[in-house]
């Protein structure tokens, strides 16, 4: 069973910056994407970015030029840097990792911004 482990988020001002990391319990050469999600109070999980195992990153408008996907294969690691937060970005943020048989979730990072 794969394990995804988030970390890094917090309160923070707006305009400030986060990083967050989500540590894997297995290769992530195993994943076909990997990503971070987030979920508000009273709204429904949306997509926040997304990275393929060929390098290909995906951004909604809403985060695009803010925030940024990378990983480091070499230690199994996912993250996200955050920048010019708003407080619209305040959410429970998710790691997810697709293989070809599973969807896997960690159990999220609280990312609470503040006016």
């Known amino acids: 069973q794969v394990q995804l482990v988030e970390s890094g988020g917090g309160l923070v001002q707006a305009g400030g910056s986060l990083r967050l990391s989500c540590a894997a319990s297995?290769?992530?050469?195993?994943?076909?994407?990997m990503g971070w999600y987030r979920q508000a109070p009273g709204k429904p999980r949306e997509l926040v970015a997304t990275?393929?195992?060929?390098?290909?990153?995906n951004y909604p408008d809403s985060v695009k030029g803010r925030f940024t996907i990378s990983r480091d294969n070499t230690k199994n690691m996912l993250y996200l840097q955050m920048n010019s937060l708003k407080p619209e970005d305040t959410a429970v943020y998710y790691c997810?990792?697709?293989?070809?048989?599973?969807?896997?979730w960690g159990q999220g990072t609280q990312v609470t911004v503040s006016t």
């Open positions: 990275l393929s195992s060929g390098g290909s990153t």
């Open positions: 297995q290769s992530i050469f195993s994943f076909n994407t």
């Open positions: 997810n990792a697709v293989s070809i048989l599973y969807n896997y």
